[in-house]
């Protein structure tokens, strides 16, 4: 009788586990839904159980002085950098010094790419190569600087104008070694990118010299360009007459992004694809400034009276797209890596690619200067910079 009694409440027991774990999945599946679906559920969740509101005094910051008020300051990997009469000061995420290093650059411009940082002399001649806030290396180039570049494993990408030719790209291996030029005679490069696997140089150009625009882009490939640069364009694709390409990005090893004025194409193996035409949607801001994905946000009406903002992740390679949405104007959209940065005023909300809140930044100034890098984010005031961790 004993035996049957145990056996019966043994039997009891699971069934109060199964129903208990099936309540408790329910109760997931609609607080996840919820919080999917309703802002002010989601607010409540992240500013008191997930504890991803941030607020001004509670960040690490740097004190910026008189002298530093017209400091170049910018952010890359997981280091801040302030560059002010010709000193190049490194900070960590925790705010204290690292390195100080003479760069004699005034105007300067920046390209980052994992730990690496480039810095040169906007319409100078000055270039400097930062890797984990070491100098590893400098050079002086002929002609005037436009645009720098590097790739994840370090190597750059110099355009130059000022020479014979209209425009000229320089690529570097990440120990300094000039690699090639790469001579535009009737075009002007906008933009060159390295691939990810180092074997492929792209360079964006346009021909303006006509009534038509004549956008291009040449792949050129680094290993031939090593032993015979004018042979080593092994594509050229055209864009329609008209289009003007504005921006370009590698997003893995063979698939290159292209924004033009038009909307977002993607070439891989000499095939293209048109992935977003602005024409098609309420396009408020758009850029392809990510790790596998674009993102671009577009304004839905609510009702008559009001609309929200969708901010829309797609995938360069599924085209799987993940949302999210502010119910208030998104004054900028700052982007890089995995994460994008919503300024809306006093608020930064920093969400990632998959479309989930990472942080909720709160101001009690109005925030005009935001800076993203791999690991950290940089709201930049007049007296100080603000650093958050992502």
């Known amino acids: ?86 000193v190049l000061t490194t900070y960590n995420a925790t705010g204290r010094k690292e390195y100080e290093h003479e760069i004699p650059i005034s105007n300067p411009i920046y390209a980052s790419n994992n730990r690496f940082l480039v810095i040169a002399e906007n319409k100078g001649s000055e270039l400097y190569v930062v890797s984990e806030a070491n100098l590893v290396w400098q050079a002086q180039i002929e002609g005037k600087i436009e645009k720098v570049n590097v790739n994840k494993n370090g190597y750059v990408s110099v355009i130059v104008s000022g020479t014979s030719h209209k425009s000229v790209v320089i690529t570097y291996s990440p120990q300094g070694k000039e690699l090639f030029k790469t001579y535009l005679s009737n075009t002007i490069a906008l933009k060159a990118e390295i691939s990810n696997d180092n074997k492929y140089l792209s360079v964006a150009e346009v021909n303006i010299s006509g009534t038509l625009i004549q956008s291009n882009i040449k792949i050129v490939s680094i290993e031939k360009a090593q032993n015979d640069p004018t042979n080593s364009i092994i594509y050229t694709y055209q864009a329609a007459t008209n289009e003007l390409i504005t921006d370009i990005k590698y997003h893995d090893r063979a698939r290159l992004l292209c924004m033009y004025d038009s909307g977002i194409h993607v070439l891989k193996e000499q095939n293209d694809e048109t992935i977003l035409q602005f024409s098609d949607n309420k396009i408020i801001a758009a850029t392809i400034n990510l790790n596998e994905y674009i993102v671009y946000t577009v304004e839905k009406a609510v009702n008559m009276f009001s609309s929200s903002r969708q901010v829309i992740f797609k995938n360069t390679n599924t085209q799987k797209e993940n949302l999210y949405t502010v119910n208030s104007t998104i004054k900028s959209v700052e982007a890089y ?12 909300l920093f969400v990632d690619t998959n479309g989930w809140l990472q942080k909720r930044y709160i101001s009690t100034q109005e925030i005009s200067d935001i800076v993203l890098a791999d690991q950290i984010a940089i ?10 961790n992502l």
């Open 1 to 86: 009788m004993e035996i049957e009694q145990d056996k019966g409440l043994e039997r009891y027991k699971k069934k109060l586990i199964i129903v208990g774990s099936a309540v408790l999945i329910m109760a997931v599946i609609v607080v996840v839904a919820l919080y999917i679906s309703n802002e002010q559920v989601r607010v409540f969740i992240d500013r008191n159980i997930l504890r991803k509101e941030v607020l001004e005094n509670d960040v690490v910051k740097i004190e910026l002085n008189a002298q530093q008020t017209n400091a170049s300051i910018h952010a890359y990997y997981k280091y801040v950098t302030i560059l002010n009469k010709n």
């Open 337 to 348: 890596g995995n994460h994008v940065a919503l300024n809306t005023g006093t608020e930064v």
């Open 379 to 388: 709201i930049v005031y007049k007296d100080k910079i603000e650093i958050i």
